[in-house]
C-alpha cells in the first residue's frame, strides 16, 4: 500500500509541474487580465485600491496556511524518527508533498484575488450606481431595450459598460484558472 501511494504521489507531482510548464502562458495572461482590471478600476471607475491593505490580509492568511502545514510536517517527521518506521519513506515525499501543496495555495491566490475584485465591484455598484441612480437604471435599461440611445445618461451608462467589461475579463481569468488547475487539482483529488 505504501508504495502506491508513493507512485500515487510521485504521478500526481509529475502532472503538477506537467501542467505548470505547459500552461504558464495562460497564467501570464491571467496576470495581464488582473493588470487590466486594475487600469480599469482605478482609472474609469475611479476606485481607489489599496493594494497594501490586499497584501496584508493574503500575507496573513496564506503565513497561517504556511504555519499549519510546516507543523503537520514537523510533527510527522517527528513522530516518524521516533518511531524510526519507514524515515527514508517518508522523506522522499516531503518535496512533492509541498509541490501538491503549493499547487493548490497558487490556486487559492488567484481564487482570493478573484474575490477581491468582485468585491470591489459590488461596492461600487452598490454605493455609487444602486443608491445614487436607483430611479434612472430602470429608465436606462428601458431605453437600451428600445436602442434609444440618444435619451441616455451617457456618464452612468459608461460606467455600466466598464463594470461589465471588468465582469468579462473576470469570467476569463476564471476560465483561464480552470485551464491552467483543472487537471492539476483533479489528480490531487483523485490521489
Given at each position: 500500500v ?19 510548464f505547459?500552461?504558464?502562458?495562460e ?26 491593505v ?39 515525499l ?6 501538491i ?15 477581491e ?6 461596492q461600487?455598484?452598490e ?6 441612480n436607483?430611479d ?9 431595450q428600445?436602442?434609444d ?21 473576470i ?21
Amino acid at each position: 500500500v505504501g508504495g502506491l501511494v508513493f507512485v500515487g504521489i510521485l504521478l500526481t507531482h509529475l502532472m503538477n509541474i506537467f501542467q505548470a510548464f505547459t500552461s504558464r502562458n495562460e497564467q501570464a495572461e491571467v496576470y495581464r487580465k488582473f493588470d487590466q482590471i486594475d487600469m480599469l478600476l482605478s482609472s474609469d471607475l475611479f476606485i481607489n485600491i489599496d493594494y497594501a491593505v490586499v497584501r496584508n490580509r493574503l500575507l496573513k492568511k496564506y503565513s497561517l496556511i504556511g504555519l499549519i502545514l510546516i507543523s503537520i510536517h514537523v510533527v510527522s517527521i517527528t513522530s516518524v524518527a521516533i518511531n524510526g518506521l519507514f524515515f527514508s519513506y517518508y522523506i522522499h515525499l516531503i518535496f512533492p508533498v509541498i509541490v501538491i501543496r503549493f499547487r493548490c495555495i497558487q490556486n487559492m491566490f488567484f481564487v482570493d484575488l478573484i474575490k477581491e475584485k468582485l468585491q470591489m465591484l459590488n461596492q461600487k455598484l452598490e454605493k455609487d450606481i444602486i443608491s445614487r441612480n436607483h430611479d434612472k437604471i430602470f429608465l436606462i435599461v428601458e431605453r437600451f431595450q428600445k436602442r434609444d440611445m440618444k435619451s441616455i445618461n451617457a456618464s452612468l451608462y459608461d460606467t455600466i459598460m466598464v463594470m461589465k467589461t471588468v465582469y468579462g475579463k473576470i469570467w476569463d481569468i476564471t476560465n483561464l484558472c480552470n485551464d491552467c488547475f483543472g487537471y492539476s487539482l483533479l489528480f490531487i483529488v483523485s490521489v
